[in-house]
């Protein structure tokens, strides 16, 4: 008796790049999201200026900082905790995408 061996079936090219994606876009986004986050923040770094805060002989300096900086942090911040917690889901899913055949 001679035992058959089952040749495996080629995976569809489709499901090899959408385990790719899986696999390296929210990697991919948490970079991109932390050097995002260090050029806007070195941008309006250099964009503040000092000035009075009130008026009379005891007001204080206080840092102006660009009116763009408050939104364009929290947007970052969800872009980055959106890539984090869809970290694990898409590496598992990446993973089952690519050894599973259809």
């Known amino acids: 008796m001679q035992k058959k061996t089952e040749q495996p079936k080629p995976k ?5 790049v ?17 050097v995002g986050y260090a050029v806007a923040n070195f941008l309006a770094s250099k964009m503040s200026t000092v000035g009075p805060l009130g008026t009379g002989p005891l007001a204080e300096l206080a840092v102006i900082e660009p009116s763009w900086k408050v939104p364009v942090n929290v947007g ?9 917690a869809a970290w694990l889901p898409s590496l598992i899913g990446g993973i089952i995408l690519l050894t599973y055949r259809k």
Request: glycine share 6%; net charge positive; proline share 3%.
């Open 12 to 16: 569809s090219k489709k499901q090899f």
């Open 76 to 84: 970052l911040f969800t872009l980055g905790a959106l890539a984090v």
């Open 18 to 34: 959408w385990g790719i994606i899986c696999l390296l876009a929210p990697t991919v986004l948490i970079i991109i999201v932390i």
